[in-house]
């Protein structure tokens, strides 16, 4: 006992030592160093006269400035999120008090025991709340370090957010940050200083993070195979671009919920009972009619559909690239077609190699060739053009037609496949419903595809 009370005092000795400030020492007893860094250190400790078990975060002020010396946490809420409890300081030190957070952060949960998907996702969902409720307050308060050893798994499986000592508070007239903060792999691009932290920050790191739970690794790793609704969802929050990530987390925890099996099911089967409804109606009212409104008599494998309006077009061939080929890539018809979408296009529902889809000239592109699929090096998160996708689904169902650039006349600047690639489609009616020249739509990607699929198989039965 004696040696206990001995050692005791040696640590409060060390903390008169380094300057902490006499009230802090006072009122609380220090029972274990957690963690230490250069200018900030981490403590467990006992408040004397309640027995509560606290967490100190002590910074040297020398090193670190605050702006108004308070803790954040004491404007905030949320079960979630730790009670702030006191703030101590002198001309040397402050000390932020926290309530202890009792379980295991997230990381070590992740190391110990293989979490389901079923368990991420909970998880995941559990975190939307917590950054849904901190980024509306006025103003918001962004945490700018989301990461696995920040969040605590509780012993009743509920998380807790923790460190807060990087969050800010977003101010309007700022137009960057003006010291970086949070760890290397999940912090956001515009956090190294490129412009002002807000939301989307947060949602980034909330990207990496799942990525992180479902892969172990915060990079993409192209052997580890994602469920796809998943992966779209951390595509869309990892962009490099804050304008092209989700806007809110509350849109992140829709598509969240929206993932669920259950639900992918329910939509399905709804999509499923529409189509079976409309097929009805059109059988009612005569299959000839139907055919002849929506097909010509396909001459030279062309298909004229004018009398069919655009959004009932694309509905259709998002319908048709589902039931022909087994694929959602193209459901939500009114987002934007990226090209990692067109890749995976090209991977999934045609079986090519991802090697052969992502290669590229590295030395004189454009340029085409049996290596490569693409004659350009187009970054994954590019919206589909027109021409591209004219390119595209021609090269697919007719590669000889972009490789013969004997028609071509003259130098128009434009590169040649593409020019052939845009006449064909133009001469069998494969764009018709596809009319923005640039950006597509994934209704209108689809469209693309299941005309020239529809055109393809009518050729070959008249090479029959």
Known sequence: MDK????????RAAFNVHGFPEDFLRDFDQDECLNSVYGSETFLVTEKSTGRKCTAKCFDKAVYSFEDNHDILSE???????????????????????????????????????????????????????????????????HRDIKPDNIILMDDDRICLIDFDTARQVKADEEKDTVFFGTRGYAPPEQYGFRQTDARSDIYSFGVLLRFLLTDSVRENSKIRIYRPLQK?????????????????????????????????????????????????????????????TYSPYKDGSIVASVMPDEERQKEAVSYMQDKFGTHIFDDREAYFTMKMLRDTLIEVYGMDRDYVYAYDTEEPPDESTEWFLPWPIDDYQYVDRDYMAYCVTKVYWPDVVTDWSSIKDDNGEFPSVRIAMKWCDDHDILLGVNRPKDLSCGEAATAFANADKVYEAMKKMDE
């Open 233 to 293: 969802i951390i595509d869309k929050c990892t962009a490099f671009s804050p304008d092209a990530r989700y806007r809110s987390i509350d849109d992140v925890r829709r598509d969240l919920l929206d993932a669920n099996p259950d639900a992918q099911i329910k939509k399905f089967l709804a999509r499923a009972a529409l189509a079976v409804f409309c097929i009805a109606a059109i059988t009612a009212a005569g299959i000839f009619v139907y055919k002849q409104a």
């Open 4 to 11: 206990i009370i001995e050692a005791a005092a040696e640590i």
């Open 76 to 142: 905030l809420d949320h079960p979630g999120i730790p009670e702030a409890v006191a703030v101590y300081e002198n001309d040397n030190m402050i000390c932020f008090i926290r309530e202890f957070i009792d379980g295991i952060p997230l990381s070590e949960a992740a190391k110990e025991k293989e979490l389901s998907q079923e368990e991420i996702v909970k998880i995941a969902l559990e975190l939307t709340d917590i950054l849904s409720y901190i980024h509306g307050r006025k103003p918001p308060v962004i």
